[in-house]
């Protein structure tokens, strides 16, 4: 529950408000001044006065959107004026960013008058990509929008409309299915005319709702034809030949309910009189027009959707606007048109019915979201969302011919990907490369439910063969207590029932017998499921192993080791974790593996990192990290890694390696060309080797928490066959896909086309 304190401490507390405005250029020295205002500047305003389309290469203007209000009628709120509407508006440009990455300046008018609010907001045209309307009252929002569409060259979107329409409406294009009714024929009573309302209605119309088919209530009553008392134009339009007068008249028979007016209009009563399996949106905030469970109270069969977070199918805003600016903007689209909405609700629509992660599963609580009554609406915080909804959007505005470029949709989905984070960008083209020619992967955490999930992810991107270990059973249960079918390609093993252990029994006996293991012993660590997992990867039966989420790194390293090895060049096995920063990858070794490195394990582990790094078609730029720049001190511990850099020259002369220098010095270009001009790391390095597993691991970890940067590993080099150990603890199910087309792609022999097109 949320109090009073702590939400006025959220917005007081620190930086005050909820936004701020940073650059996204360097400017540290007097050329980055000159560069970001005079002279420099002068360059861009002269091409654009040239080509004013190229305002879109030159400034933030096309990934810029204006949040517009004048406080007239804000959430529940009212009409309580523009500046105490502001921490709306801030809220608003916080979801941009979070969840489409799109910058926003809040504009609050002190206003009214539509004609002054149009006035202002048209000036306004030169800075903006595109104008979100907010919390303008009705009629005046309809009027406002109309003009302003048609008067403006750049997207204007009013949010309180066509949001809710479009969230609402890939819900009923779901609700429909599953109710198996035909959109053509329901009948579609709303309770409400102000701005949402009607755009609902509007928008259920642009879908295939029938317009004699629908029935528009208000507060007075139902919207009839002959109507007087509290009508203007818009409403008008709605007006039928009807002799319901009430909102329960209209009600009688009705297929669905979209509620956009006050809490408690609607009985158990009026539900019970509606046609056979139900639909109810009813999405007053913040209280709804019936209770989610008075509603199912009435009716068992009633498919139902609120504005809340507490019921299951929320109609949020949030799911709408950022991504349609994202696809308008990116296609510099001129206007957001009908076709524009509609292809955002089926996307919306579509999604749900695709499985659904577990990540997204477990912030939602770790309840199953699958396709059916209580899940037709997508969650805000799915990442696919971006996907599907922004590509929509733009594939639209291309066929609509309000697009002023035309991009590749395939490609610009991967570019949305990017948007997520860098490990995504790199993982998605893993998977692709992984699709390419699928592996035998074993998983010997076969009964943990986010291996099984993930699992399921894997065989739908058919990205490898899955083999879970463990008992049949019990994997079987939880799979179908989880709602999640098991593929019929997805190979159970249990290796205390299966005749294979007799022969990885004597294998493991053969390869250890010199090495303390006796016959009891190899029988013992066989029933052992990484014992068995490696054994099979050793054998051949299986092609890689991903383990380690419910053990700890080395009681789940010792076994890939003891069986799988190393590499015959590899004297040293290593681990070595990626960092996705916003827009730069860096590497981390040794993680996991060796605890205090001799300098020439540290070159071993330097080589094995930086090619890698060039299956990742990068160049690799190594430094050996430590407390010293360049002898600055004389320390064994520096010394041990000078001496790995002279044994690095030597094995690898092409390889752009320095050292030993300080962490700050190694990343940052600037200090290294001031003060370290004979350095071979021109652009700072990518890769960091630390002196020991203590500082390696630490570093590591403290520079993801506090940049925030996404993490990728660790990834275990030099092994003789694919072994991939996650860290127990750390784990969800992208980590688990992701350690999956690692591994795939190392059991096809090469890692490729892995960050550039």
């Known amino acids: 529950m949320i109090t009073r304190e702590d939400a006025l401490n959220y917005h007081s507390v620190g930086r005050r408000g909820k936004i701020e405005v940073i650059s996204t250029k360097p400017c540290q020295t007097q050329r980055d001044l000159s560069m970001a205002y005079t002279p420099g500047v002068a360059e861009p305003c002269r091409e654009i006065e040239k080509d004013p389309s190229l305002a879109y290469d030159y400034t933030a203007r096309g990934n810029l959107v204006a949040v517009v209000t004048n406080g007239s009628a804000v959430l529940g709120l009212g009409k309580i004026g523009a500046l105490a509407g502001k921490p709306v508006m801030e809220g608003k440009g916080v979801l941009f960013k979070r969840f489409a990455d799109i910058d926003v300046f809040d504009i609050e008018l002190d206003t009214n008058d539509p004609e002054e609010i149009i006035r202002a907001v048209k000036l306004m045209e030169p800075t903006f990509g595109g104008i979100n309307l907010e919390d303008i009252r009705a009629p005046e929002c309809f009027l406002i929008e109309e003009r302003l569409k048609a008067e403006m060259d750049i997207p204007v979107f009013h949010d309180d409309q066509h949001g809710t329409a479009i969230i609402s409406g890939a819900g009923l294009i779901n609700a429909l299915q599953i109710a198996e009714k035909d959109i053509e024929k329901v009948k579609v009573v709303f309770n409400g005319a102000g701005a949402a309302g009607i755009a609902c209605a509007k928008f259920y119309i642009a879908l295939g709702v029938k317009p004699e088919n629908v029935i528009l209530c208000d507060s007075t009553g139902v919207i009839y034809k002959g109507r007087t008392d509290r009508?203007?134009?818009?409403?008008?339009?709605?007006?039928?030949?009807?002799?319901?007068?009430?909102?329960?008249?209209?009600?009688?028979?009705?297929?669905?309910?979209?509620?956009?007016?006050?809490?408690?209009?609607?009985?158990?009563?009026?539900?019970?009189?509606?046609?056979?399996?139900?639909?109810?949106?009813?999405?007053?905030?913040?209280?709804?027009?019936?209770?989610?469970?008075?509603?199912?109270?009435?009716?068992?069969?009633?498919?139902?959707?609120?504005?809340?977070?507490?019921?299951?199918?929320?109609?949020?805003?949030?799911?709408?606007?950022?991504?349609?600016?994202?696809?308008?903007?990116?296609?510099?689209?001129?206007?957001?048109?009908?076709?524009?909405?509609?292809?955002?609700?089926?996307?919306?629509?579509n999604l749900t019915k695709e499985p659904v992660p577990y990540q997204v599963e477990k912030v939602y609580g770790g309840g199953r979201l699958r396709f059916g009554p209580e899940y037709i609406i997508p969650k805000p915080f799915d990442p696919r969302v971006l996907i599907w909804e922004a590509s929509a959007v733009a594939q639209a505005a291309m066929e609509t011919g309000v697009a002023r470029i035309e991009i590749d949709i395939e490609e610009y989905r991967e570019e949305l990907e990017g948007r997520l984070g860098m490990s995504r960008k790199v993982m998605r083209v893993m998977n692709n490369k992984a699709r390419t020619h699928p592996k035998r992967i074993v998983f010997p955490e076969g009964d943990q439910l986010p291996v099984i999930k993930a699992c399921e992810t894997i065989l739908d991107e058919r990205m490898a063969q899955p083999i879970l270990l463990g008992p049949r059973q019990r994997i079987e249960a939880m799979a179908e207590e989880s709602g999640i079918p098991l593929d019929s390609a997805l190979e159970i093993i249990d290796p205390r029932t299966t005749d294979r252990h007799d022969r990885y029994e004597q294998e493991f006996y053969r390869m250890r017998q010199r090495k303390g293991v006796t016959v009891s012993l190899a029988h013992e660590l066989m029933l052992l499921r990484n014992y068995f997992g490696a054994m099979m990867v050793h054998l051949g039966e299986a092609d890689g192993i991903v383990s380690g989420l419910t053990t700890n790194y080395a009681d789940t390293l010792r076994p890939a080791l003891q069986i799988i090895g190393t590499r015959p060049d590899v004297r040293k096995a290593a681990g070595m974790t990626i960092l996705a920063m916003r827009?730069?990858?860096?590497?981390?070794?040794?993680?996991?593996?060796?605890?205090?490195?001799?300098?020439?394990?540290?070159?071993?582990?330097?080589?094995?990192?930086?090619?890698?790094?060039?299956?990742?078609?990068?160049?690799?730029?190594?430094?050996?990290?430590?407390?010293?720049?360049?002898?600055?001190?004389?320390?064994?511990?520096?010394?041990?890694?000078?001496?790995?850099?002279?044994?690095?020259?030597?094995?690898?002369?092409?390889?752009?390696?320095?050292?030993?220098?300080?962490?700050?010095?190694?990343?940052?270009?600037?200090?290294?060309?001031?003060?370290?001009?004979?350095?071979?790391?021109?652009?700072?390095?990518?890769?960091?080797?630390?002196?020991?597993?203590?500082?390696?691991?630490?570093?590591?970890?403290?520079?993801?928490?506090?940049?925030?940067?996404?993490?990728?590993?660790?990834?275990?080099l030099g092994m003789n066959k694919p072994a991939h150990i996650m860290e127990y603890g750390g784990y969800n199910e992208a980590d688990i896909v992701n350690m999956t087309a690692l591994a795939v792609v190392d059991a096809q022999g090469a890692v490729s086309d892995l960050l550039r097109k």
């Open 583 to 716: 827009d730069q990858l860096y590497f981390f070794a040794d993680v996991s593996v060796t605890i205090d490195p001799t300098a020439e394990e540290l070159a071993d582990i330097a080589i094995l990192c930086a090619n890698r790094v060039r299956e990742f078609e990068l160049e690799p730029r190594l430094a050996m990290v430590s407390f010293s720049n360049f002898g600055s001190v004389q320390a064994p511990e520096a010394e041990k890694m000078r001496r790995a850099v002279e044994l690095v020259r030597e094995r690898a002369p092409g390889l752009k390696a320095d050292g030993e220098m300080q962490a700050d010095t190694a990343i940052s270009p600037d200090m290294l060309e001031e003060n370290f001009p004979f350095s071979d790391l021109k652009g700072g390095a990518n890769i960091l080797i630390f002196p020991c597993l203590n500082s390696s691991n630490a570093a590591c970890k403290l520079a993801q928490r506090f940049s925030g940067a996404e993490s990728i590993g660790p990834i275990l």
């Open 231 to 349: 009508m203007n134009p818009y409403k008008e339009a709605f007006a039928v030949e009807t002799g319901a007068r009430t909102l329960e008249d209209a009600l009688k028979g009705a297929d669905v309910f979209a509620g956009l007016s006050v809490a408690n209009c609607v009985s158990k009563k009026m539900v019970r009189a509606m046609a056979d399996r139900p639909i109810i949106f009813a999405m007053a905030n913040p209280d709804p027009e019936i209770t989610y469970g008075d509603a199912l109270e009435a009716r068992d069969d009633v498919i139902m959707a609120t504005g809340r977070s507490d019921y299951p199918n929320q109609v949020n805003n949030v799911l709408g606007f950022p991504f349609i600016f994202r696809g308008a903007l990116d296609v510099r689209a001129r206007a957001i048109n009908d076709d524009m909405k509609i292809a955002a609700a089926y996307a919306l629509a």
